[in-house]
């Protein structure tokens, strides 16, 4: 490797001496803490069956939209990338593509993240590049048919405490089960609740969804009726299986609240095929306001993660499929469209609601304020496009005058690359006790307070925002 960049002690804590020396210690309060993950979309039935990885391309190229999608804007095509509807690359060519595109991810988070597993994961003594793609390719593939590179022994050498997955409303949980009754595995891994695919009238799959979810969990209603009893029903068995979280990727985080006859006739207009895209709009804000009203009934916490315009590309989403690299954010107003929900509910006991933006320009307009007022509003930590090391500066700098640091969530990997959760949170707290080292350096907060709160916001915020 490049003289251990990725293995330096002191990567990512501040340039200037002092401050990087009081980082260093509020880091090593928290450097060994246990990782809790309470938002990410790793497979349980990947840790239920303790299922090899595959080859270092589809554990570490292929499936990662942060990857691809830079290789792509390179002039790379996407087949020789990942597989399509016609034609899937073999996985040395991938890799080797990726060796030949190494030196596009410096200064990026991917190249972080990655730099790091190299590092500290696969153990690899030398820098990735086109010279050394098969070399590195063979010693990569090397470490993945260890018997001890399994994801079981792995969620423990990564000092994984609480994994939480993204599962479709009518997943049987099976493998959660399962997980949940092996006495040998001795950490936890929860379902989160994802009715994306249910709630948007805009899914082509959505009347086939609605079919399915009322005939499964409608208790023999049907109509408007018997989808809310069906989806009050699924929560409830997500709740049976351990699951703390109802997770919403929602187009903008538009609330409505409709009363029953009038969100009756927009549910008949969907299924009839008759909505307009006004229609499509107003039923998705609707069931916002109703998955609160559910939350605040059954106690899963709510998050919501606007502001992606999914699949931008329409050629590309119909050759390769969704999440290939080209959703891009948009900006969205939270303020005037969260508020129906929050008059409502906003200070309702216990209801605990996860606001994420990968619009920056609202974390000090909008949502520190908003989580400055409202018991029941929590900053979700930077998100997608913005969970890199200066984005993390940014938002904590942003939104801590106004709310504080007991607003926050913790931080959240949203990651389906398992490999990478180590990184993604060592990057994590090391950004947080540099943010804490220069209050510390100004005088602003006191040593010893700073090393109670990087405890807080590392271990104690996401056990408490999500009810861990």
Not at 448 to 457: M, N, P, S
């Given at each position: 490797m490049s003289q251990s960049i990725a293995a330096n002690p002191d990567r990512l804590l501040p340039a200037d001496p002092g401050t990087r020396s009081i980082a260093r210690e509020l880091l090593g309060r928290v450097q060994d803490l246990p990782i809790i993950s309470p938002h990410g979309h790793v497979d349980a039935a990947v840790i239920e069956h303790n299922t090899p990885f595959p080859d270092p391309a589809a554990l570490l190229v292929s499936p990662d939209h942060y990857v691809t999608r830079l290789i792509h804007a390179s002039g790379v095509p996407l087949d020789r990338l990942r597989a399509s509807n016609t034609s899937e690359p073999d996985s040395r060519t991938v890799?080797?593509?990726?060796?030949?595109?190494?030196?596009?991810?410096?200064?990026?988070?991917?190249?972080?993240?990655?730099?790091?597993?190299?590092?500290?994961?696969?153990g690899l003594d030398q820098e990735i590049s086109a010279d050394t793609a098969d070399a590195s390719y063979d010693a990569i593939s090397a470490r993945l048919r260890e018997p001890g590179f399994r994801p079981r022994q792995l969620f423990k050498d990564f000092n994984i405490e609480v994994l939480a997955t993204?599962?479709?409303?009518?997943?049987?949980?099976?493998?959660?089960?399962?997980?949940?009754?092996?006495?040998?595995?001795?950490?936890?891994?929860?379902?989160t609740f994802r009715p994306d695919a249910y709630l948007n009238i805009a899914h082509p799959a959505w009347s086939a969804n609605v079919d399915r979810l009322i005939a499964a969990a409608g208790d023999g209603a049907t109509g408007y009726t018997g989808?809310?009893?069906?989806?009050?029903?699924?929560?409830?068995?997500?709740?049976?299986?351990?699951?703390?979280?109802?997770?919403?990727?929602?187009?903008?985080?538009?609330?409505?609240?409709?009363?029953?006859?009038?969100?009756?006739?927009?549910?008949?207009?969907?299924?009839?095929?008759?909505?307009?895209?006004?229609?499509?709009?107003?039923?998705?804000?609707?069931?916002?306001?109703?998955?609160?009203?559910?939350?605040?009934?059954?106690?899963?916490?709510?998050?919501?993660?606007?502001?992606?315009?999914?699949?931008?590309?329409?050629?590309?989403?119909?050759?390769?499929?969704?999440?290939?690299?080209?959703?891009?954010p948009f900006s969205v107003n939270y303020t005037e469209a969260i508020r129906p929900l929050l008059q409502d509910f906003g200070t309702a006991k216990d209801f605990h609601l996860v606001l994420f933006t990968l619009d920056e320009t609202v974390f000090s307009?909008?949502?520190?304020?908003?989580?400055?007022?409202?018991?029941?509003?929590?900053?979700?930590?930077?998100?997608?496009?913005?969970?890199?090391?200066?984005?993390?500066?940014?938002?904590?700098?942003?939104?801590?005058?106004?709310?504080?640091?007991?607003?926050?969530?913790?931080?959240?990997?949203?990651?389906?690359?398992?490999?990478?959760?180590?990184?993604?949170?060592?990057?994590s707290r090391r950004i947080e006790a540099s943010f804490l080292a220069r209050l510390v350096a100004e005088h602003r907060v006191s040593e010893?307070?700073?090393?109670?709160?990087?405890?807080?916001?590392v271990d104690a915020s996401p056990r408490r925002v999500f009810k861990l």
């Open positions: 890799w080797r593509e990726f060796c030949r595109a190494w030196p596009l991810f410096e200064g990026t988070a991917s190249g972080y993240w990655l730099r790091t597993q190299f590092e500290s994961v696969f993204t599962d479709d409303p009518l997943d049987t949980l099976a493998s959660h089960a399962a997980i949940a009754q092996d006495p040998t595995f001795h950490g936890r891994v929860l379902p989808y809310l009893t069906a989806l009050e029903n699924r929560r409830r068995y997500f709740v049976d299986h351990g699951a703390v979280s109802a997770d919403h990727g929602v187009r903008t985080p538009a609330t409505l609240k409709l009363d029953a006859g009038a969100a009756a006739k927009l549910f008949d207009r969907a299924r009839s095929g008759r909505a307009t895209a006004q229609d499509r709009d107003d039923f998705e804000a609707h069931m916002m306001y109703q998955m609160a009203r559910m939350s605040v009934e059954d106690g899963l916490v709510m998050t919501i993660h606007p502001g992606s315009y999914r699949n931008h590309h329409e050629p590309t989403f119909q050759a390769f499929g969704a999440d290939t690299g080209h959703d891009i307009r909008e949502l520190a304020p908003l989580a400055g007022f409202y018991p029941s509003v929590y900053l979700g930590a930077p998100w997608w496009f913005l969970d890199a090391p200066d984005a993390m500066l940014r938002f904590r700098s942003a939104v801590t005058e106004t709310a504080g640091f007991s607003r926050s969530s913790g931080f959240i990997d949203d990651t389906r690359a398992f490999c990478s959760i180590p990184a993604r949170h060592d990057a010893d307070r700073a090393h109670e709160l990087i405890v807080d916001l």
